[in-house]
């Protein structure tokens, strides 16, 4: 019997918004110690294509597993959607049999049955999510009597990480994306923020979402998804360090990634760069 090594709970995305998740998961289980990387050099992950993800992924997760992670948790959609799927069956029982590697997209979906009545889910997303259809047959394979109407959004990214997404010019592109959505179908009563810098404009989306309609952001959601996994898998569970600690890693500069980051953890935070082989 080998003594249990006490690992750490990772957390990937392509830039900034996995933090939302990361701010979410620490409110609830304050208790474990959490490994955050930005692969901010390489951001956005949206626009390019399955290969391109897929490998660009690979290296982050490897990266994390490095950095003594036992558990990963892919923070980004468009990462969830496109490369998920692909390390879990092929990569993982090669390079890490024991560690485990989770995404956003499913434990996203599992909830809908719960909160549309209407039968039809709206998504807000970024052109890669949207296109990968992954919560379109996620939601269908639960839910197999849901519509899912998509709408991408691909202003919303570059304004929340310009520090624009307050200004009157990125409610014209809000309000007019969400239009959009609402325009394709009028029973629509849930709206998935599938991206996970879209808290940040949450407020500005309520503004032009007609009261009644559920939004839904992703935090609260992963948090309370990981708290079940973790008490479902005692097997990884016991490896998880509870020594409350939260690191930050970047593909990018280190004054670049803080500044930047503050805007999302909402304080101050001291990153290291990686570079990534």
């Known amino acids: 019997m080998h003594n249990k090594r006490q690992m750490k709970i990772g957390v990937f995305d392509s830039g900034y918004g996995g933090l939302t998740i990361l701010k979410a998961i620490c409110r609830l289980l304050p208790q474990y110690s959490y490994v955050y990387l930005g692969d901010n050099a390489r951001t956005p992950y949206g626009t390019r294509s399955y290969e391109v993800v897929y490998n660009y992924t690979l290296q982050c997760v490897r990266q994390l597993f490095e950095l003594d992670c036992r558990l990963v948790i892919i923070a980004c959609n468009t990462a969830s959607a496109k490369a998920l799927r692909t390390i879990q069956q ?34 807000l997303g970024t052109v890669g999510t ?13 839910f197999p009597d849901v519509d899912v109407v998509s709408q991408a959004c691909p202003m919303w990214v570059p304004l929340i990480e310009n520090n624009e997404h307050k200004s009157e010019g990125a409610s014209y592109f809000i309000k007019k994306d969400i239009d959009k959505l609402l325009d394709k179908n009028s029973s629509i009563d849930t709206i998935i923020l599938g991206c996970t810098h879209y808290p ?23 948090a309370d998804s990981l708290k079940d996994y973790l008490a479902r898998h005692p097997e990884q569970e016991q490896y998880c360090s509870k020594g409350g600690s939260v690191e930050f890693y970047t593909t990018e500069s280190e004054q670049k990634f803080s ?17 990534l082989n």
């Open 259 to 275: 500044e930047y980051a503050s805007i999302f953890w909402q304080e101050p935070i001291e990153a290291k760069t990686v570079f």
């Open 200 to 222: 940040l404009v949450e407020e500005q989306v309520r503004r032009f979402v007609p009261n009644g309609i559920n939004m839904v952001t992703q935090g609260k959601i992963i």
């Open 90 to 123: 092929n990569d993982l029982p090669r390079i890490a049999p024991e560690r485990r590697v989770l995404g956003v997209v499913r434990p996203t979906a599992e909830i809908i049955g719960e909160l549309t009545k209407s039968g039809t889910v709206g998504i």
């Open 130 to 142: 949207i296109q990968s259809n992954s919560y379109d047959i996620e939601i269908k394979k639960l």
